[in-house]
């Protein structure tokens, strides 16, 4: 009872901090199983048609995770085009998630964008958490026409973004060990979008003590 009244109060102090921001956390899940978790190695993963906005998204991220010691790489790097201009089966995602596994990354941050024609439709979508899917070869799985499916955003005006990070643990499904919902209210600045994201999110980690720690400066602002 007590962490999750812990965990509303860090939620209105992070909608207060993005206040100013063109992006709003407006829902976000930890598993309740995982108190502090660690990651030496991570694959970011951007989920989007728009080239551009990928390489400067996982970019962005790369250059944090780099800040803070922690290593990470971009799927940019590691999905080939081929892989990402078309439907993979689930046969092929299992071997990437055992190359990783092979490679020693042991977490993938996955963010994807996703559009909503009403709010009362979105949040109706996202408080639905028994519908969160947990593994991440089943999200990817269920959301890969994003990369290829140019009219995917079109009858959408308002966009939300969901980040998820997974565990890539030997003798488990990707587990998922945190998700977060975004809301990006200026989608046409794509730079202050994303720029806003990534630290909104980086934010969010620390506070879950997820891959990052606070540093003193962090501990002034902590409640």
């Not at 990437?96 to 977490?107: G, I, M, N, P, S």
Request: glycine residues 2%; negative net charge.
């Amino acid at each position: 009872m007590k962490n999750t009244f812990i965990h509303k109060i860090a939620l209105v102090f992070l909608l207060l901090l993005t206040g100013c921001s063109s992006t709003n956390l407006v829902n976000h899940w930890k598993n309740p199983d995982i108190v502090i978790f660690d990651a030496s190695r991570v694959l970011i993963v951007g989920m989007t048609n728009n080239e551009n906005a990928r390489i400067k998204f996982e970019t962005r991220l790369q250059e944090e995770f780099t800040q803070r010691g922690v290593e990470s790489f971009r799927s940019i790097d590691l999905f080939d085009i081929a892989f990402t201009s078309s439907e993979r089966s689930e046969e092929e995602l299992s071997e990437v998630e055992q190359q990783l596994l092979d490679k020693d990354f042991d977490a993938i941050l996955f963010t994807k964008v996703i559009g909503s024609e009403s709010r009362k439709t979105f949040r109706r979508k996202i408080n639905e958490l028994d519908d969160f899917i947990t593994s991440f070869r089943d999200d990817y799985l269920s959301n890969q026409p994003i990369y290829y499916d140019e009219t995917y955003y079109d009858q959408f005006t308002v966009y939300n973004a969901e980040t998820s990070l997974y565990c890539i643990c030997v003798g488990k499904d990707r587990e998922l060990i945190w998700r977060g919902n975004i809301d990006v209210l200026n989608p046409n600045n794509v730079e202050k979008s994303i720029d806003d994201y990534v630290k909104l999110v980086v934010f969010a980690l620390t506070e879950q003590d997820l891959i990052f720690r606070k540093t003193p400066e962090d501990e002034s602002t902590d409640l």
